[in-house]
């Protein structure tokens, strides 16, 4: 049903500010700008996903949404939403699977210069889904798919891809039976670290992943899960460092990661509604 990430939409409230951040992050040129009902986005399609960036603007339903959203929340993550090949398929599945979800619906937006997209999707019940917004995307009306984000300077320290989403949960077997029953994605990997103290469940979609995260420490509830941060792939971990420094993001060192074989950095401030970590796989091949 599922076959990949479609893209993380997030929630701000400046709209110019946050595409000029991301901008800078990535090293990539949002390729949309536009909107419809009450709301403004820009888009950024990376290789295997893409961030839609989103802020009120007038009024519209779903320009409400999104500001009663960052009045109760804050800036951030609003809605993870997955591809699936035919939206009315994917609807029929998982509602027989006992999720609640609207119908499939036509989406429009309007770009700047006058020029329309449509594609069709629907969102899941968040009593659900643990609480948080779901929603499944079925190819665009015309069969087109999204032209990829410009670099702004070297492609090689550019973002290429997501490499995970982090969601904290507080009750790891409910996320198993959202995500690996009625979802259908893959768990490659439940595992437990006392050291770290977190238990660790890993889904894949596509190639991305969506990694959650539970507490050892805390008992199991029934607390809607939370979106966390997203890390980033980037293909030569220093050269990026270097990029996102010089455009006055505050940083961490370059560091070997918790999975053997990588580099990672952190981006600790200056990034709009998300943390970031950035991550280099196979760092040990590229190195020699």
Do not use: C
């Not at 929340?73 to 027989?96: C, K, N, P, Q, Y």
């Amino acid at each position: 049903m599922i076959t990949g990430l479609d893209h993380i939409a997030l929630a701000v409230t400046d709209l110019n500010a946050a595409v000029a951040g991301y901008t800078a992050l990535l090293g990539r040129e949002a390729n949309w700008i536009g909107g419809d009902g009450g709301a403004r986005h820009a888009w950024f399609q990376l290789g295997n996903m893409a961030l839609d960036v989103i802020a009120p603007d007038g009024d519209g339903p779903f320009g409400g949404v999104i500001a009663r959203h960052i009045e109760a929340h804050g800036e951030g993550i609003w809605a993870m939403a997955f591809s699936v090949a035919d939206a009315e398929a994917a609807h029929a599945l998982v509602t027989r699977r006992g999720i609640g979800a609207v119908k499939p619906h036509s989406t429009r937006s309007t770009h700047h210069d006058g020029r329309k997209r449509y594609w069709t999707n629907f969102a899941l019940d968040v009593a659900d889904t643990g609480g948080l917004n779901i929603l499944l995307v079925g190819p665009a009306r015309d069969g087109s798919t999204w032209p990829l984000s410009a670099p702004v300077g070297d492609e090689a320290a550019a973002t290429p891809l997501l490499d995970h989403v982090v969601v904290h949960t507080a009750n790891p077997d409910r996320a198993v039976a959202v995500y690996g029953g009625r979802l259908g994605l893959d768990l490659r990997l439940d595992r437990s670290n006392p050291d770290w103290g977190v238990r660790q469940l890993f889904f894949r979609a596509g190639s991305a992943v969506v990694e959650m995260g539970a507490s050892l420490k805390t008992p199991v509830s029934d607390a809607p899960d939370r979106f966390g941060g997203l890390a980033w792939r980037v293909t030569d971990a220093d050269a990026a460092r270097a990029r996102i420094a010089a455009a006055g993001f505050d940083v961490s060192e370059v560091r070997a990661g918790r999975k053997p074989g990588t580099k990672v950095f952190t981006v600790r401030s200056g990034v709009p509604a998300a943390p970031a970590l950035m991550i280099q796989q196979n760092a040990e091949t590229a190195d020699r």
